[in-house]
C-alpha cells in the first residue's frame, strides 16, 4: 500500500524543499571533510562550496517561514552535520575566503574590513538571483560594497571593483527608485560583481606574504 507524504501540489512542493535542503546540507558536510582530508584542491573546493552556500541562502529565504530554524531543522532530522552547520549559517563563506582573511591581516590591513567586502560582495549577488531587482533594492547594497572596497587599502584606486561600483551607483541614480533592471541589465551586473569578487580576492595577500 503506497502512502503519501502530501495532500496537494502544495505540500509536495514543500516536502521536496525538506528534501533539497537535506541534501545541501549533507552534500557541504562532505565537502568540508573532503577539503580537510586534501580530497579536492582548494580552488575546487571554494568553487563547489560557493555553489552550496549561495543554494543554501536561496532556499532558506524561501522556507523561512516554515523553517524558521536551521539548527532545530538539523536536530530533528538527526543530521550530525555541525561542520556544514557551521560553514552554512555561521561563516556563510568558504573556508578558503576565511584562510585569505585571516593571512590579510597586516597594520595596514583590517581582516574585518575583508570580510565586510565578501560578504557585501556574496549579498548582492545572491539578491540578483532571488531577483531583487528595484533599485531602491540594488542601490544600498552596491553603496555599501564601495563603501567597504573603499576602507580596504591594499586596493589601488583604479581596482576594478571600485570603477565597476562607482559605475553602476551613477547609472541607478539616474533611475527611479521603482525601476528594475531588465534582464540584461541584471545579467551584466552579476557578471561585473563576480569579476570583482574574483579580483578583490586574488588581491588579497596569501598566508607568509
Not at 539548527?71 to 552554512?88: G, I, P, S, Y
Request: with cysteine; net charge negative; glycine share 2%.
Amino acid at each position: 500500500m503506497e502512502v503519501k507524504l502530501w495532500n496537494d501540489k502544495r505540500e509536495r512542493e514543500m516536502y521536496d524543499s525538506f528534501a533539497d535542503l537535506f541534501a545541501i546540507i549533507k552534500a557541504t558536510e562532505k565537502l568540508e571533510k573532503a577539503y580537510v582530508r586534501d580530497v579536492i584542491s582548494p580552488k575546487e573546493y571554494e568553487t563547489e562550496c560557493q555553489k552550496l552556500i549561495t543554494h543554501f541562502k536561496t532556499l532558506s529565504s524561501t522556507l523561512k517561514d516554515i523553517v524558521p530554524s536551521i539548527e532545530r531543522f538539523h536536530d530533528t532530522h538527526k543530521m550530525d552535520c555541525q561542520v556544514a552547520l557551521n560553514r552554512l549559517v555561521t561563516s556563510g563563506v568558504p573556508a578558503t575566503v576565511e584562510h585569505r582573511v585571516a593571512a590579510a591581516i597586516s597594520g595596514t590591513t583590517s581582516a574585518a574590513i575583508v570580510a565586510e567586502c565578501v560578504q557585501n560582495f556574496i549579498t548582492a549577488m545572491d539578491s540578483l538571483k532571488l531577483n531583487m531587482v528595484a533599485v531602491d533594492q540594488v542601490h544600498p547594497l552596491l553603496s555599501d560594497l564601495s563603501a567597504s572596497l573603499n576602507k580596504l587599502t591594499i586596493l589601488p584606486p583604479d581596482f576594478e571593483g571600485k570603477t565597476k561600483m562607482r559605475e553602476w551607483i551613477a547609472r541607478l541614480s539616474k533611475m527611479g527608485a521603482a525601476d528594475e533592471l531588465t534582464e540584461q541589465q541584471a545579467r551584466q551586473l552579476h557578471f561585473d560583481l563576480e569579476s570583482s569578487y574574483n579580483s578583490f580576492m586574488a588581491a588579497l595577500p596569501t598566508a607568509g606574504t
